[in-house]
C-alpha cells in the first residue's frame, strides 16, 4: 500500500479512536521508512497519546524542537549508546536525515556506540546486545583486576615499611 494511503489510514483510525491500530501502522511506516522524520514525529504524537514519554521522546531525538523531559525520558531508558542507537533505527548514512540538527544528534550517537564498543560503527552494523554486553563486562573485568592489583601492591608497601621499620 502506497504511503500515502497508509497515513490517510492512520489518520481514519485516529479520527475514529483506533490509537493502537495508527500506532501499528506507523511503526510499520517506520520500519519500511527508517530515515522519513515526518513519520518519526508522527509516531511520536501517537506515543504522547498513550502517555509514554520515554517512547514520544525515541521517535522525536533527532528533531530540534523535541521535548526535553522526553528526550531526557527515552535517554534514561536507552541508557547506553548502543541501546539508543538500536532504538532509533536509523538506516544508512547520517547524511540522509533532512536537517542538519538530525545529522548532528545521529553523528553524537554514533560517535558515542563507537566510543563505547572501541571500534568504529555505522547505522547499518549497530552492535548487539550481547556484543555491548561483553565489551562493558571485559571493561568491569579490567578495573576490577586493576583495583586489585593497586590494593595488592598498597598492602606489599605497607607490609615492606614495616620490615625496614622492623629491623631500623
Not at 510499520?28 to 518519526?40: A, C, H, K, T, Y
Not at 533532512?98 to 548532528?104: L, M, S, V
Not at 549497530?126 to 561483553?134: F, G, I, K, Q
Not at 565489551?135 to 620490615?163: K, P
Amino acid at each position: 500500500m502506497p504511503l500515502t494511503d497508509t497515513l490517510a489510514r492512520v489518520d481514519a483510525d485516529l479520527a475514529a479512536g483506533r490509537v493502537p491500530v495508527a500506532r501499528q501502522r506507523l511503526r510499520g511506516l517506520v520500519s519500511s521508512f527508517p530515515n522519513d522524520l515526518m513519520l518519526r514525529r508522527r509516531l511520536a504524537e501517537v506515543y504522547r497519546l498513550y502517555g509514554e514519554p520515554a517512547e514520544a521522546g525515541r521517535w522525536m531525538y533527532l528533531e530540534q524542537d523535541r521535548d526535553t523531559a522526553e528526550a531526557a525520558a527515552f535517554e534514561a531508558t536507552y541508557r547506553t549508546a548502543p541501546q539508543r542507537m538500536r532504538a532509533l533505527a536509523w538506516r544508512g548514512p547520517e547524511s540522509l536525515a533532512g536537517t542538519t540538527f538530525a545529522r548532528e544528534q545521529l553523528a553524537a550517537v554514533r560517535g558515542a556506540c563507537s566510543d563505547a564498543m572501541g571500534r568504529p560503527v555505522d547505522w547499518d552494523t549497530v552492535p548487539s546486545d550481547e556484543e555491548a554486553d561483553r565489551r562493558e563486562s571485559a571493561f568491569a573485568g579490567f578495573l576490577a583486576g586493576a583495583g586489585c592489583l593497586v590494593a595488592v601492591l598498597v598492602f606489599l608497601a605497607i607490609w615492606v615499611n614495616g620490615l625496614v621499620a622492623l629491623f631500623d
